[in-house]
Structure formats: structure tokens, C-alpha cells
């Protein structure tokens, strides 16, 4: 089983939709959480990190489910620009870089 | 333009070349990272420092491979006599660590290898 595991996708949804996608992990130690946005053939970038008690940016809501070791990305009102790869990231621990796990990230696409 | 900056990329290269890649942080980040990414997957970590010192590499490191951050600022991996399958994105992200940081990385625009 991977540490991190996410649906590759595609996801394709028509515009204006409300799309969910979670990322499940294995190590119940992890301490932190984010979500990367990442475009065809360019470098990831962060979205949002994700906090115990969830968290929302504009049309964005990030949660996490620490019992059931998932964390989930909401986008409402979904943009053609929302077009990408979504990647779930866990921190295992704070003091290692070796313990920051990419997950292979769900493709996502949005049709007029 | 303050984010990560990457040089060159993209190379290619025929196999058994060394290349050397560099990367230029946000100023103000004491971490920088390397990963791979090769298609379909998430980025996998190669190496790690704080400031100048190398902390940690992963096992997918093979001795051919050399990160040096002498000055605790820009970054340069090395990967000698290179192999068909070294061909892959590699990243370069910093991030600033530290007492209420969150380990948020912030990533170059990697520089592509094609090892032919």
C-alpha cells in the first residue's frame, strides 16, 4: 500500500460543478497537510494547507479526517482554469524532509 | 521575479555525460529540496538542506549523484555519467522552517533531463 494514496482521475466535470477529491495516508503520526495545484509540464503549487479544523479560501474548503487518515479538497463553482493535477501532500514529521510524501495526484478537468 | 529559479531548463544529454544543475531559492528560505518527478507520479525526494548543511538523502540517490549548497543559498545537483533512466523532471523547491512554519515548499520550474 502507498504511504499516500489519491484517485489518479480524470475527473471531468462540467463548469460551474461542485467537485470533491480526498487522498488517504497511511502513517497515522503525520503532522501536516497540503494540496498542490499542478499544470501540464510545469512545477507544482501549493493551494492550501490543510488544518485540523478545516479551512476555506474563496471557492476552496480543505478538511481533515484524522480517524479515518484522509484529507479532502472541495472546489465549488468549478472554473475551466481549475484544469489540472491536484496533489495531496503529508508531512510525517517536522524535522525530516524525507518524511514529505507526494501523492500522484488527481487529474482534474473541467468542460464548457 | 523573488521565487526558486532553475537553470538550465532543459538539457539533453547523451549517456555517460555528467550534467549539473542549479537552483536559485526564495532569499529569505533556509531549506531547499530536490525531487524527481518522472510522468504520472508525484514528485519523489532526493535530498534536503538547512542552510548549507546536507541533512538528508534518499536511497533513490545513487553514488553518481551530488547536491552541494556551499554558501547556504543556490544549489547545484550533479549527476555523473548519466542513464537513460535519470531522464525526468527535477525540482528544486525552499522553504522557510522554523517555529511556526509549516514546511510550506515553494517549487522552481524544474529543469527537464532527456538522457539519450
Known amino acids: 500500500r502507498k504511504e499516500v494514496e489519491q484517485d489518479p482521475g480524470p475527473f471531468n466535470v462540467p463548469e460551474g460543478a461542485t467537485v470533491a477529491f480526498n487522498c488517504t495516508y497511511s502513517?497515522?503520526?503525520?503532522?501536516?497537510f497540503f494540496w498542490y495545484r499542478q499544470d501540464c509540464r510545469k512545477e507544482p503549487k501549493l493551494l492550501m494547507s490543510?488544518?485540523?479544523s478545516g479551512n476555506e479560501d474563496g471557492r476552496f474548503t480543505a478538511q481533515l479526517n484524522r480517524a479515518s487518515q484522509y484529507i479532502s479538497l472541495l472546489i465549488r463553482d468549478s472554473k475551466l482554469s481549475d484544469s489540472a493535477t491536484y496533489l495531496c501532500v503529508v508531512n510525517k514529521g517536522y524535522s525530516s524532509a524525507s518524511k514529505i510524501i507526494f501523492g500522484s495526484g488527481t487529474r482534474l478537468s473541467i468542460r464548457p | 521575479d523573488t521565487g526558486v529559479s532553475q537553470n538550465p531548463r532543459h538539457k539533453i544529454t547523451k549517456r555517460g555525460q555528467n550534467v549539473t544543475f542549479r537552483c536559485d531559492p526564495i532569499?529569505?528560505?533556509?531549506?531547499l529540496y530536490w525531487y524527481r518527478q518522472t510522468l504520472g507520479q508525484g514528485p519523489e525526494f532526493l535530498t534536503y538542506?538547512?542552510?548549507?548543511?546536507?541533512?538528508?538523502k534518499s536511497r533513490l540517490l545513487s553514488d553518481r549523484f551530488s547536491a552541494e549548497r556551499p554558501k547556504g543559498s543556490f544549489s547545484t545537483l550533479e549527476i555523473q555519467r548519466t542513464e537513460q533512466g535519470d531522464s525526468a523532471m527535477y525540482l528544486c523547491a525552499s522553504s522557510l522552517e522554523g517555529q511556526g512554519a509549516r514546511s510550506e515548499q515553494y517549487f522552481g520550474p524544474g529543469t527537464r533531463l532527456t538522457v539519450t
Open positions: 502513517n497515522s503520526a503525520s503532522q501536516s
Open positions: 538542506f538547512q542552510n548549507e548543511a546536507q541533512l538528508e
Open positions: 532569499s529569505e528560505h533556509n531549506r
Open positions: 490543510v488544518y485540523s
